[in-house]
């Protein structure tokens, strides 16, 4: 079975501090691996994902994730934060095959600070 | 560019009423999937559909659940019977299959409180 472990619910940065969001995964089997990000009253929209090959995987807005098969994690960094990037972050984990359902991290919910 | 779209955004109803949740996923995605988020906590698999019939569901998915596509758009959550520890918020999810990891894509959500 599969499981995503993401430590810290909160996390709080000052506007242009360097944003690292956390996320350890579990997998018997090569996982391919997602960060959402969830705005207020809005949907889970994908960040950024990894799937094989390069395993430092840039997204959007700035974000990117390296994929550490040592320590299995996927942690989430982004150099400068901006006042809106305030939201709800979630990590994921799925494998190939089947009908791939995503088990997700229980968020971490990023604050950004003036 | 397309999305997901659910309806309604908020759904308020008293304990054993059935309500029914709807989802019109990307027309071209042939995979769907519903997941909910108990207030505080994580996202959940609930159920997959394709091909018109349940490929994987989960624990949470009983007898009280059902899910249908009964056109060629809409793909529909029912609760037959609410309980009080239904209210959550229920993500529709639709992927196209064409790639490897099936990406997913998710709807804004509807919020079911059971009072």
């Known amino acids: 079975a599969q499981s995503v472990t993401q430590l810290g619910s909160h996390v709080s940065v000052s506007e242009g501090a360097l944003v690292l969001l956390r996320c350890n995964y579990s997998?018997?089997?090569?996982?391919?691996l997602f960060w959402y990000v969830q705005y207020p009253n809005q949907g889970l929209q994908l960040l950024l994902k990894?799937?094989?090959?390069?395993?430092l995987v840039k997204g959007i807005n700035g974000f990117e994730a390296e994929f550490k098969k040592s320590e299995t994690s996927f942690h989430l960094t982004k150099p400068s934060a901006h006042m809106s990037d305030a939201a709800e972050y979630f990590c994921a984990v799925t494998t190939l095959g089947g009908f791939q359902k995503l088990v997700f991290g229980t968020g971490t919910r990023l604050l950004v600070s003036p | 560019e397309p999305e997901v779209t659910q309806t309604p955004s908020h759904q308020v109803t008293q304990m054993g009423q059935e309500v029914i949740l709807r989802c019109v996923p990307i027309?071209?995605?042939?995979?769907f999937y519903w997941y909910r988020q108990i207030l505080g906590q994580k996202v959940e698999f609930l159920v997959s559909f394709y091909n018109n019939e349940i490929s994987e569901k989960s624990e949470i998915f009983d007898d009280q659940f059902s899910v249908e596509r009964p056109d060629g758009s809409n793909f529909t959550l029912k609760i037959r019977s609410t309980k009080l520890e239904d209210s959550a918020m229920y993500f529709c999810?639709?992927?196209?299959?064409?790639?490897?990891?099936?990406?997913?894509?998710f709807g804004p959500g509807t919020r079911l409180t059971v009072l």
């Open positions: 999810a639709s992927g196209a299959g064409t790639d490897s990891y099936n990406e997913q894509f």
């Open positions: 027309s071209n995605h042939l995979y």
């Open positions: 990894y799937t094989t090959g390069a395993t």
């Open positions: 997998s018997s089997v090569p996982p391919y």
